[in-house]
């Protein structure tokens, strides 16, 4: 691979944010997170992971799908499509697989999220690999690992006062050409990681539906929902039209999509105020289900990357590695 | 010491079916400590007290209270029985079917929540504290602690210092960029035992009084209103800063406007069992 020092990898960073909105992990206030920074300088590189992580660039917290102008009989609806060509710096291996996730739910089935799809096309993800895995990381036991590329534009490894440069795709080698390295041709050695854990199987996870984990585990939630804010495949939304400023006259509406989460309360609610998911319990076991068996069984990948976040940012300690080995446990004999 | 006199007395409630149920904490296997809900006297040696029992657990009392029929037992720090007296006079827990057991407390240290607290410094609202003994409760254990730290009105930091100083026009500033970080999880609404409508005025799917986005417009209006909401009833004991994923300063927020009731009303909530000053009453017919 080719070699380029990180000083020269800060005048590239220099260079794609002439051009380019580029994104990289900044603290604000002590807080760690993608964000436009406003100096080179500010970007932090050694880092256990942000507190979000990349989806909210790529799939934001909230986004305004349309606005809608009403002036007496005459209405407008315009819609709002985000263009921008944007460059991510410092993605993880598992927030990368995280994207890949939402590709196959978003994209690569019907009907195609338009919002989703357009940003991610204009978005290239250069990845840092991690050295070493985190305290509540289990990256390598769902199938991925600190230094895997995949999903990654451009892939980042560290070596001695630089990076080892692993180009992914033709976006990688796009947003690198031209740029002369430091060093050729490093011989780069994969580092083995194995997996923390064995995962429970489909069959496992299906027949433990009924068990009581869900209860016990449940008791202590508090029905907020970190655990899928922080989660880099979490993609529940919810659109509400919200009345905006009006303007001499022209009535503004706004069609506002933001997230929303299977551990509120008000999620599953339906018609006539009746909720058949009303049970911290069920709720619980829906998030769980969604990451380890009915996105599998739906797109053929694991909806859990193995982040961690959700178990670093509960305010309760409801940890899903935690809940995996009561579900194995419960495997008979 | 303390953690075996829990384990035994909810023991013995559990065995003379006194309650139903026991609310304590326990140590999860990340060593992290957290919430426990024990119905079983078998389960009650997992009940401990240590210093990273942060958690309000009065936040489960109502769903609790609903989901059973008898009396629940509860461990209560000295600052959480203020908020059982909040409760009690809003009339939203029935006392009676209580079964308090208070602990005496030296204080809970500082630090990330998710994590047990390394830091050896006990935190902020600690430090500040008047009780050392709940302010009700039907069992008490501990020993006799000797305060190391007497209430100590001189904690506010820097920024606290700063707040009060500052124009209006920097606090806004300094207090819009804190909300600028909020993703709308409403974790610090979740995990305040008094923010419990059972339809929150800021998640109305008719979204009259504020929008559902994380904007600056609409993270002021929930917060605001949300701090306001609990001005006079608020507790202080922090669950909403800590609960929160990105840090923002509500505890502070809360601190501001306790100050305000005390220095205006001459409320201080929780210390009876008394509605706060600023709640209107509606009365037959109104």
């Known amino acids: 691979m080719d070699f ?56 934001p917290q909230s986004e305004k799908m349309l606005t809608i102008e009403k002036n007496g009989q005459n209405i407008q609806i315009i819609e709002n499509l985000n263009n921008d060509i944007s460059v991510i710096f410092g993605v993880r291996s598992c927030d990368a697989r995280g994207c890949l996730v939402l590709d196959k739910l978003l994209v690569e089935a019907e009907p195609v999220d338009h919002y989703y799809k357009t940003r991610r096309e204009n978005t290239a993800l250069v990845g840092l690999a991690c050295e070493e895995m985190g305290d509540t990381c289990f990256c390598t036991s769902v199938g991925g690992g600190p230094d895997n590329s995949e999903g990654l534009d451009v892939m980042l490894h560290r070596h001695q006062d630089g990076y080892l440069v692993e180009i992914v795709s033709s976006a990688g080698e796009e947003l690198f050409n031209g740029i002369e390295f ?56 919810d659109v509400r039209d919200e009345p905006g400023a009006s303007n001499n006259g022209t009535e503004i509406v706004e069609r506002i999509r933001g997230w929303d989460s299977c551990s509120g309360e008000a999620y599953r609610r339906i018609a006539g105020g009746h909720n058949p998911r009303e049970a911290k319990a069920d709720r619980l076991r829906n998030r769980i289900y969604c990451k380890l068996h009915y996105t599998q069984e739906q797109s053929g990948m694991m909806a859990c990357t193995g982040c961690g976040r959700c178990i670093d940012s509960c305010p309760v300690n409801i940890d899903i590695t935690e809940i995996i080995g009561l579900i194995l446990e419960g495997e008979p004999g | 010491m303390i953690t075996k006199k829990i384990q035994e007395y909810a023991s013995s409630l559990l065995a003379d079916q006194v309650v139903d149920c026991v609310i304590g904490y326990e140590v999860g296997p990340r060593r992290t400590t957290r919430p426990i809900f024990v119905d079983q006297q078998a389960d009650t040696d997992r009940l401990v007290w240590n210093q990273n029992c942060s958690h309000n657990l009065t936040v489960y009392l109502r769903q609790k209270l609903n989901d059973t029929e008898g009396r629940i037992g509860i461990v209560v720090k000295p600052c959480d029985s203020k908020t059982i007296n909040v409760l009690g006079a809003e009339n939203r827990i029935d006392r009676d079917r ?29 430090l500040a504290c008047d009780l050392t003994e709940p302010l009700d409760m039907d069992y008490m254990i501990g020993g006799s602690i000797e ?23 920097d606090r806004l500033e300094y207090w819009l960029s804190e909300f600028d970080r909020c993703i709308r999880c409403y974790a610090c609404r979740q995990a305040c035992p008094l923010c419990d409508c059972p339809t929150c005025l800021f998640e109305r799917e008719d979204s009259i009084w504020t929008g559902s986005s994380a904007t600056t417009k609409d993270n002021r209006s929930f917060h605001l209103g949300r701090a306001f909401h609990l001005a006079g009833r608020c507790i202080g004991c922090g669950e909403c800063q800590r609960a929160c994923p990105m840090d923002i300063n509500l505890g502070e927020l809360n601190r501001v406007l306790a100050r305000e009731m005390e ?21 037959e017919g109104r």
């Open chain 1, 182 to 237: 430091d060093r050729q041709d490093i011989a780069f050695n994969e580092r083995r990681f194995e997996p923390e854990f064995v995962l429970p199987s489909q069959d496992l996870l299906k027949s433990s539906f009924d068990s009581e984990i869900w209860r016990s585990e449940s008791e202590r939630c508090l029905s907020c929902r970190i655990c899928a804010y922080v989660c880099p495949t979490c993609r529940c939304f």
């Open chain 2, 147 to 169: 305060r190391k730290n007497l209430p100590d009105n001189s904690t506010s930091n820097k920024l606290s210092r700063w707040l009060e100083k500052a124009t209006a026009d």
């Open chain 2, 98 to 126: 209580l079964h308090i057991i208070g602990i005496e407390c030296e204080g809970i240290l500082e630090g990330n929540v998710k994590q047990n607290a390394d830091s050896g410094e006990l935190q902020r609202r600690c």
């Open chain 2, 263 to 283: 220095e205006q009303f001459h409320h201080r909530a929780g210390y009876t069992v008394e509605l706060s000053p600023i709640t209107t009453i509606l009365g």
């Open chain 1, 4 to 59: 380029i020092s990180k000083k020269s990898l800060e005048s590239w960073l220099a260079s794609v944010a002439e051009t380019k909105k580029l994104y990289a992990p900044v603290y604000t206030d002590g807080v760690l997170l993608y964000q436009q920074p406003n100096e080179i300088e500010d970007i932090v590189w050694d880092f256990s992971r942000p507190v979000q992580s990349a989806k909210e660039i790529i799939f």
